[in-house]
């Protein structure tokens, strides 16, 4: 059966965009206000559910063409890689480390190497969820 | 103020026992489904006049939050009533 679902695609084509830069921020934000790495990542799932509720698994995988499996992995190791970094330093292990630098657009800016820990905790929400969702939907 | 906001705390509950009703008695499957996301937006209304009793902004980040849950919920079961799958494997055209 043919269908036509062009009002969701092009709602899709817009919505995606705000949810994509929602979840970014809510990211960013979570060190202040709440948030973090596993809303965030949450967040990011959904907008590509909505991609794949829009269009097919199909088409959503060449225009994302991740291994959600790798994604898992590589969040893992950047995770156990910021808490590992601790050794080199001669601290205790999980010991994080936080500086003010003046960054060229941003201004002074506070970097702390949580912001890292939190990346790969992004990482594997996505891949997990992702890799849940794919392997259920293309179940026949 | 004050009162203004727990008089319309107290209108948005009563929308929202009239939803719930619609909910559970609801004939088809589609009146559910419209009263599921009509109570989205009833909770996003009242955690936008609780984020005002409280006098906080952290809440707002769930009003957005919520909004985009309870779009792709909806987006997600009106698929599956239509069309019986919600994830599609191949292009359908």
Do not use: C
């Amino acid at each position: 059966m043919k269908t036509n679902d062009v009002m969701l695609q092009t709602a899709t084509k817009v919505v995606i965009f705000i949810i994509l830069l929602f979840a970014v921020h809510i990211f960013f934000t979570g060190h202040y206000t709440p948030g973090g790495g596993f809303v965030g990542g949450l967040l990011t799932a959904s907008a590509i559910v909505l991609l794949m509720l829009a269009f097919d698994l199909d088409t959503v995988k060449k225009i994302l063409p991740l291994n959600y499996v790798a994604m898992v992995a590589v969040g893992l190791l950047i995770a156990l890689g910021t808490a590992g970094a601790s050794i080199v330093f001669d601290v205790p292990f999980f010991t994080h480390a936080y500086d003010y630098f003046d960054l060229p657009l941003f201004g002074k800016t506070s970097l702390h190497s949580a912001a890292l820990f939190d990346l790969g905790v992004y990482l594997v929400v996505v891949g997990v969820t992702m890799t849940i969702i794919q392997t259920i939907g293309e179940d026949e | 103020m004050m009162t203004f906001y727990w008089v319309a705390l107290l209108i948005i509950s009563f929308a929202f026992v009239g939803l719930l009703y619609r909910l559970i008695k609801g004939p088809s499957i589609a009146d559910r489904i419209v009263a599921l996301d009509a109570l989205g937006v009833a909770l996003v209304s009242i955690i936008a006049l609780l984020s005002l009793i409280l006098e906080t902004k952290f809440f707002l980040a769930i009003i957005l939050l919520l909004s985009i849950l309870a779009f792709i919920g909806t987006v997600a079961f009106a698929k599956f009533i239509e069309r019986g799958v919600i994830f599609d494997r191949k292009p359908n055209r």
